[in-house]
């Protein structure tokens, strides 16, 4: 049995399905981005110029990240593992050709979703609907503009029930899905990064979080009408 997706405390949990797409993330940047980004840039400089030790330390800044970000994907901690190996190892040999026109913390993620999304692909899992046709009918949809536009309360319910199931229906997501509310909801990243590292528009972004939270939502909703006792 896959071990429980780690997803986010209880108020975000509450955040996640009571509102829209929007909630619970603040988009603006802060001064720590700044610092992290003037770091990554001395240790990417120091790692072109043949110092290894300072591409050590990007792992060992980015591996707890990247960790959460690879298992929330996967829920394989073996995978996992192996999969961040596999991650680093890539950065490294095309560390030279990086030439900073994203920032490291972007150009790594995006190594890092891509290569899970390649990897969940070949391990077979099944897609439900097709991607396009959810991103080309999604954003035009009455609901989901009045959703990213607002929020509405949601009732109680016991959390430790609640976070069990909400496990289970992240599992019935698509890949891409999954990944999008990975970064979002649990990892805290704002629509223009997550829109950077998946190379898509923030529309495509926003519209697949909305598609996402809905199909949590249902499966939710339909477990308080019918619990399990």
Same mark, same amino acid.
């Given at each position: 049995m896959n071990? !429980?997706?780690?997803?986010? +405390? !209880?108020? =975000?949990?509450? %955040?996640?399905? #009571? #509102?829209?797409?929007? $909630?619970?993330?603040?988009?603006? =940047?802060?001064?720590?981005?700044? $610092? =992290?980004?003037?770091? %990554? /840039? /001395?240790?990417?400089? =120091?790692? /072109?110029?043949?110092? $290894?030790? !300072?591409? %050590? /330390?990007?792992?060992?800044?980015?591996? +707890?990240?990247?960790?959460g970000l690879v298992y929330n994907m996967t829920s394989n901690h073996e995978d996992t593992n192996d999969l961040l190996q596999d991650i680093f190892s890539k950065a490294y040999k095309a560390i030279r050709g990086f030439r900073g026109k994203s920032s490291f913390y972007t150009w790594i993620h995006s190594i890092a979703v891509n290569m899970t999304l390649n990897f969940l692909k070949k391990r077979g899992r099944r897609f439900q609907l097709s991607l396009d046709d959810v991103d080309a009918s999604i954003q035009n949809d009455k609901e989901f503009l009045e959703a990213t536009a607002s929020t509405s309360p949601v009732r109680e319910a016991d959390l430790s029930e609640l976070q069990k199931r909400l496990n289970e229906a992240m599992m019935k997501l698509s890949d891409e899905h999954r990944a999008v509310v990975t970064m979002f909801h649990i990892q805290g990243m704002p629509h223009a990064e997550i829109s950077k590292i998946l190379r898509v528009s923030e529309g495509t972004v926003r519209s697949r979080l909305f598609y996402a939270n809905r199909q949590l939502q249902n499966y939710l909703d339909e477990f308080r009408k019918n619990p399990v006792t």
């Open positions: 071990p !429980a997706i780690a997803l986010p +405390p !209880a108020r =975000r949990l509450t %955040d996640l399905l #009571s #509102s829209g797409p929007d $909630a619970g993330v603040k988009s603006k =940047r802060n001064p720590m981005d700044e $610092a =992290r980004k003037d770091e %990554d /840039q /001395q240790l990417v400089a =120091r790692t /072109q110029e043949g110092d $290894a030790s !300072a591409f %050590d /330390q990007l792992v060992v800044k980015y591996t +707890p990240r990247l960790y």
